[in-house]
């Protein structure tokens, strides 16, 4: 079972930046795309960015212009570069691969705490 750990969240003021990391116990990219998710308080989890195996990462609007997802393949890490967050970018943050438009991984990660302060 691959294992999905999460880093990097934390306390941050609107418009400052922060960059996340997720480290994966297996050689995961170049089988499955990766996706960086994440879950605000009463609300579901949603799908943030997109990375396909050798394609062009695909974002969600909200986001889009101010996150960028990327790889190190040599390191099995996942990371996630967040620029002029907004409060409502306060959620945690958890990434698993991604197969047919679905998470791969029933067992998620611990995820990571963003808190964007006004």
């Known amino acids: 079972q691959v294992q999905l750990v999460e880093s990097g969240g934390g306390l941050v003021q609107a418009g400052g930046s922060r960059r996340l990391s997720c480290a994966t116990s297996?050689?995961?990219?170049?089988?499955?795309?990766m996706g960086w998710y994440r879950q605000a308080p009463g609300k579901e989890r949603e799908l943030v960015a997109f990375?396909?195996?050798?394609?062009?990462?695909v974002y969600a609007d909200s986001v889009k212009g101010r996150f960028t997802i990327s790889r190190d393949i040599a390191k099995n890490t996942l990371y996630l570069q967040m620029n002029s967050l907004k409060p409502e970018d306060t959620a945690i943050y958890y990434c698993?691969?991604?197969?047919?438009?679905?998470?791969?991984?029933?067992?998620w990660g611990q995820g990571t705490q963003v808190t964007v302060s006004s």
């Open positions: 990375l396909p195996d050798g394609g062009f990462a």
């Open positions: 698993n691969a991604i197969r047919g438009g679905r998470p791969v991984f029933d067992s």
């Open positions: 297996g050689s995961i990219f170049g089988i499955y795309a």
